[in-house]
Structures are given as C-alpha cells and as structure tokens.
C-alpha cells in the first residue's frame, strides 16, 4: 500500500469514526511510529482533519457541518442521552451543557425537574415539556454550538446551586477535559464547580483525544456515561479519582 493509500484509508476512518490514533495506525498498517506520525502530518493539511496529541479527530468547525447535521441521529448518541436522562431524579435542579448529545437528553428528559441551560436547542427540545422548569443562561450566541458563552455567562452560572451538571464533551484525555474555546471551557468548570454532582456523557470515540484549552480535571468529575470501556490510562485516572464508570451497551 502507497502512502497516499494509506492516507486516504485513515481519512475515511476519521470521517467515520471521528477519530484515529497513532497507534491504531501503526497497528493497521504495520508502519513505524514515525512513518505514522509522518501521515498525520500530511492528513492535518486536508480540510476537515484536526491533528491532536497521539492522533487526528475530524475538525467539524472546518467541515461546516451545522449543528441540526451533526445532531443526526447517531444510535450511541442517542442511547446515552437516553441513559444519562434517567439519571435525573423528581425535583433535581439541573445545569444542562451545550452540545448534541446534552440535547438528545433534553429530548429524552420526563421527570419533574428544574433545567438551567446555556444551550438554545435543550431550551427548544424542553420547551412543550410543563414538568420542567426552565432557566437560560444569558451572554453571547456561538453560532457553531448554538450555545451562550461568555463572562455573563459564568456570572450566572455561579448565582445558581444544582443537584446535578451534565457537561457536553468534544474531547477528553489524562487531563480532563479540553475544548477548543476559552469561554467553553470556563463555563463547563463554572457548572461543575456550582453542582453537587458532575456527570460525562461521552461517546468511546472521544477518548484520548485532547483540544486547546483545560476545562474540568478528573477531581471534577464524578460519573463518566459511555458505550464501552475506556482504554486503560483513561481508566487509571477513574480509579485514581474515585470516578463512577457505567457502560452502556446496545440493546
């Protein structure tokens, strides 16, 4: 297999899955460290593709996918955000993250409770709900994720005290988790910080995977909702921290 082969392989791994490490493709393709790293470098100049540590995630902002594409109707999505929905309990009060899979689970939520959300589509998918109270956050609209970011934002944020937070996403490694914004990146840790109990909904896919900015630590974090397990350095910093593991699988 040529390299531009390989390459054009890798590429329709990532658009499938969403990402790629480097040692799957070394795995794959039986190429050196460097060889792989080399292909990396190469794919991150093609439009769509987002060269990360230890790998390359598909850069949606790049794609211009919009929001309504990439909520679609992803079967794992849709099962932990059905999942993560029965986690909440009559009369909790509940930060809601921005993001597709936080508004499949308003979409999935039946139980009396209050909402605070910084997320236009939650607010839309809640809004026929009378059972759920519902409080916006204010601040500034990012047309990407259809969320309200900003200092205003965060002030809100810490004038509230939730029983539970529900933090969207886009990528998370040994670290915690990382965004690619400054401002989401506060206003995940605000949510977190004003809740008593915090709470990962996250496809397998986004393991591993790391962007520009540091949001919440794994000292943040209390329960992490997936399809499968993680892999092992994930699962040491579980352990370490004392983070609640439950694995969702297809029925």
């Known amino acids: 297999m040529t390299q531009e082969e390989r390459l054009i392989a890798i590429e329709e791994q990532i658009k499938n899955h969403g990402k790629v490490t480097i040692e799957e493709i070394c795995q794959t393709y039986e190429i050196?460290?460097?060889?792989?790293?080399?292909?990396?470098?190469k794919l991150s100049e093609r439009p769509g593709i987002l060269r990360i540590r230890g790998g390359a995630i598909l850069d949606e902002k790049t794609v211009s996918l919009s929001f309504h594409q990439r909520s679609g109707t992803d079967p794992i999505k849709l099962q932990l955000a059905k999942f993560a929905a029965s986690l909440v309990e009559a009369n909790d009060i509940v930060f809601l993250d921005a993001g597709t899979t936080c508004t499949a689970?308003?979409?999935?939520?039946?139980?009396?409770?209050?909402?605070?959300?910084n997320s236009?589509?939650?607010?839309?998918?809640?809004?026929?709900?009378?059972?759920?109270?519902k409080s916006v956050l204010g601040g500034a609209f990012d047309d990407f994720s259809h969320a309200i970011l900003g200092d205003m934002t965060i002030e809100q944020i810490k004038k509230y005290q939730a029983s539970k937070a529900f933090i969207g996403i886009g990528a998370i490694s040994e670290s915690g988790i990382t965004t690619d914004l400054e401002t989401d990146a506060n206003l995940k840790l605000a949510m977190a910080k004003q809740s008593k109990q915090v709470i990962c909904v996250v496809d397998s896919a986004k393991f591993n995977t790391q962007l520009m900015y540091?949001?919440?630590?794994?000292?943040d974090i209390d329960i992490v909702v997936t399809n499968q397990r993680p892999p092992e350095n994930i699962v040491k910093q579980l352990e370490l921290h004392g983070v609640e593991l439950?694995?969702?699988?297809?029925?």
Not at 246 to 251: D, H, L, M, Q, R
Request: charged share 20%; net charge neutral; hydrophobic share 40%.
């Open 32 to 41: 050196s460290y460097d060889s792989a790293r080399r292909d990396l470098v």
């Open 120 to 133: 236009i589509e939650s607010l839309s998918a809640l809004s026929h709900k009378s059972n759920v109270r």
């Open 214 to 219: 540091q949001s919440c630590t794994w000292a």
């Open 246 to 251: 439950i694995e969702v699988f297809s029925e």
């Open 105 to 117: 689970l308003a979409q999935s939520l039946t139980v009396k409770s209050t909402v605070i959300t």
